[in-house]
C-alpha cells in the first residue's frame, strides 16, 4: 500500500496567480499522476509524472499552465499556472503499487483549491 | 476510446435495502476494473478491482462486483445499505495504453440512504 499526503489541503487564490501543490508518498513509486476533480464532476487526468523524465499530458491540459516536477520517487509537485475561476477543482495526487499480477492505484485527499 | 458510463448520477435507497450501481465499459482488450468510493470532504477509497479469474469480486466494507464479458457490465451491489454507505461512487477501468496505467473514470453515481 501507499500513504500519500497533499499539501496545501486548501486554498483560495486570486485570479492571475499561481499555486504549487505538493504530494509525498510513504514508498518509493515509479508512476505518480495528478487528477483533477472539477465541481461535481468526475475525476480527469492531467498528467503523468515518472522519475527522470519529462511529465506526459493529456489532451486539454499543457505543460505552460499545469508545470510538474519529480525530483525524487517520493516526491511531485503540479503548479497551477496563472488561475482563473475555472480552475476552481479539487487537484488529486495518485500513486500506483503493483502487486502480484495485479496493482492499485492511491490517491490523496486531494488540494480543494478555489479562484477568486 | 476507452470510456465508462455509469447510468444513474442519483441513487437513493432506504437503509438495510439491497444496492445495484450500474457501469458499463468501452475497452478494446480485457479491462482492469475498479470501483472507488469518495466519501464526503475524503479521498477516493479502493472498493474493490477485477483484473482477471473469477469473475465475482469480493470488496471491503461487504461490496461486491461482477464482471460480464457479454455486457460490458462491472456493476457494484451490496445486500443491506447502511448510512455509512452515502457518498459517491466511482467505476474506472485501467488503461494499459502507452505503457502505463492511467485510470478512466465514470461520471459517478451518488447514493444516498434514508433511515
Known amino acids: 500500500s501507499a500513504v500519500i499526503s497533499q499539501k496545501p489541503s486548501r486554498d483560495i487564490c486570486q485570479r492571475g496567480t499561481s499555486l504549487t501543490i505538493q504530494c509525498q508518498v510513504d514508498s518509493q513509486v515509479t508512476m505518480m499522476f495528478w487528477y483533477r476533480q472539477q465541481p461535481g464532476q468526475s475525476l480527469t487526468l492531467i498528467a503523468t509524472a515518472n522519475q527522470g523524465s519529462e511529465a506526459t499530458y493529456e489532451s486539454g491540459f499543457v505543460i505552460d499552465k499545469f508545470p510538474i516536477s519529480r525530483p525524487n520517487l517520493t516526491f511531485s509537485t503540479l503548479t497551477v499556472s496563472n488561475m482563473s475561476p475555472e480552475d476552481s477543482s479539487i487537484y488529486l495526487c495518485s500513486v500506483v503499487a503493483r502487486e502480484y499480477l495485479t496493482y492499485e492505484q492511491y490517491f490523496g485527499p486531494g488540494t480543494r483549491l478555489t479562484v477568486t | 476510446a476507452q470510456s465508462v458510463t455509469q447510468p444513474d448520477i442519483h441513487i437513493t435507497v432506504s437503509e438495510g435495502a439491497s444496492l445495484e450501481l450500474r457501469c458499463n465499459y468501452s475497452y478494446g482488450a480485457t479491462p482492469y476494473l475498479f470501483w472507488y468510493v469518495q466519501s464526503p470532504g475524503q479521498g477516493l477509497q479502493l472498493l474493490l478491482k477485477y483484473f482477471s479469474g473469477d469473475t465475482l469480486v469480493q470488496g471491503i466494507k461487504g461490496f461486491e462486483a461482477e464482471f460480464k464479458r457479454s455486457q460490458s457490465s462491472f456493476n457494484l451491489r451490496k445486500p443491506s445499505v447502511h448510512w455509512s454507505d452515502a457518498a459517491e461512487y466511482f467505476c474506472?477501468?485501467?488503461?494499459?495504453?502507452?505503457?502505463?496505467?492511467?485510470?478512466?473514470f465514470g461520471a459517478g453515481t451518488r447514493l444516498a440512504v434514508h433511515p
Open positions: 474506472a477501468v485501467g488503461d494499459r495504453a502507452g505503457g502505463y496505467n492511467k485510470l478512466i
